[in-house]
């Protein structure tokens, strides 16, 4: 149903997408896992027509996206990240206008609005201006608006974004029912739902395909932590039967397991089945076996694993040294002109120093200046009060003559 080879896509300098190739066929639910600015949107949208690739191909069932782009969105449904709804209309009124747009037949239009409400439950806000819906109700309603034409092929970007935990069990219910009859690619964070959902994972990180498979075969390529699962009992302390246990030669990596007793994963070396191993060892510390269990890798250790250890494909790994080293090289240039910058501050502050010095003199200058005036002031009063000391002798001699 979808054969993409070779696509890239660039942004300038940036390459968002760069040389993934993998195939789908009907029927298959597909994860497409990937951490943050991995590319996940942008392969997705180029799937559906939404951008044309810089080069490579992408066949969607059988048509080409770029030659023929309207043939593959009419048999694809697309739900982005941001849900596009007009959310001055009613719910019913938006998913007719898009099974206009979509071509649906009009005597179909009224089986397929039924349809589509029961399956994504919004049968009881048909009525209401999509502005006035919560989050997880709009969420339904892009997702109906995905499904109104009945596409072979499903591609959802976070679906279950906003979604309370009842309604996420109800869409993740709704899509495997969906992926009976239709091709379904899976965009999503929450990686339970891949592995309640998914029968296949494709995991993307720096626009390259880094794993490609089911849980179990990406574990066993990975060897991620897989193994088996023991619980011991008997006399010992954690450590002293962790350390039993790294000593067997079958043995690669022993961990403390979160549940409570001694329990600890087992990691075999490459090839080796160190059951019987154990075995005997537990005969020779009078230990019991309660619990012996295989360990798969949970999917989160897969993707770490994948995604921070350089899981990528062949000749990435020197395109990013190159990358590196020129940015290495840029950073060299602007620290040199960092340093000439420097050298202009600091010669800039020894300016601003001696303009800072002669502002202190001035201020010297005018602080003397004003001890001037205060001593002015001082005289001026001596002179008012000597004057008044003449009047009052003046006034005293006119008084006595007068006597």
């Known amino acids: 149903m979808i054969e993409v080879s070779n696509l890239h896509k660039h942004y300038g300098p940036i390459r968002a997408v760069n040389g993934i190739s993998f195939s789908i066929d009907r029927g298959e639910i597909v994860g497409f896992l990937g951490p943050n600015g991995a590319g996940k949107s942008t392969t997705m949208k180029m799937l559906t027509s939404y951008i044309a690739p810089t080069r490579g191909s992408v066949r969607v069932a059988g ?66 201006t999509i502005g006035t819906l919560s989050k997880g ?22 679906p279950t974004t906003g979604l309370d935990p009842n309604q996420i069990i109800e869409i993740r219910n709704v899509i495997k029912a969906l ?20 029968d296949r994972v494709i995991i993307i990180d720096r626009g390259m395909v880094v794993g490609d498979g089911s849980q179990a075969d990406l574990a066993k390529a990975r ?33 403390k397991a979160a549940s409570e007793g001694h329990t600890f994963i087992v990691t075999p070396a490459r090839g080796e089945d160190p059951r019987l191993e154990l075995m005997r060892l537990c005969v020779d510390k009078e230990w019991t076996i309660q619990e012996l269990t295989g360990h798969m890798a949970s999917l989160e250790d897969i993707f770490r694993e994948l995604t921070q250890r350089g899981g990528l494909a062949p000749g990435a790994e020197d395109e990013d040294d190159e990358g590196d080293n020129k940015s290495e090289d840029d950073g060299e240039d602007e620290d040199d002109e960092n340093d000439d910058g420097d050298e202009g501050d600091k010669k800039s502050d020894d300016d601003g120093e001696d303009e800072d010095d002669k502002n202190d003199e001035g201020d010297e200058g005018d602080k003397k200046s004003d001890d ?22 003046k006034s005293d001699s006119g008084d006595e003559e007068k006597k």
């Open 63 to 128: 048509f080409d996206v770029t030659t023929d782009s309207m043939n593959v969105r009419r048999r694809v449904g697309y739900l982005p990240e941001d849900t596009p709804l007009y959310k001055s209309m009613a719910v019913i009124d938006f998913l007719k206008f898009v099974a206009a747009v979509r071509e649906v037949p009009a005597r179909r239009v009224t089986e397929r609005l039924r349809r589509v409400a029961e399956v994504c439950g919004v049968f009881d806000v048909l009525g209401q």
């Open 372 to 393: 001037e005036d205060d001593e002015d002031d001082e005289d001026d009063e001596d002179d008012e009060g000597d004057k008044k000391s003449d009047d009052d002798k």
């Open 137 to 158: 109700y709009r969420q339904r309603v892009g997702l109906a608006q995905a499904l109104i034409h009945d596409p072979d092929i499903l591609i959802l970007d976070e």
């Open 179 to 198: 992926g009976e009859e239709k091709t379904l690619i899976l965009s999503t964070h929450i990686l339970p739902e891949v592995e309640a959902t998914c």
């Open 223 to 255: 060897k991620a932590q897989s193994g088996f699962m023991v619980t011991l009992a008997g006399k010992g302390s954690d450590a002293e039967m962790r350390s039993a246990l790294e000593k067997l030669d079958e043995v690669k990596s022993v961990a």
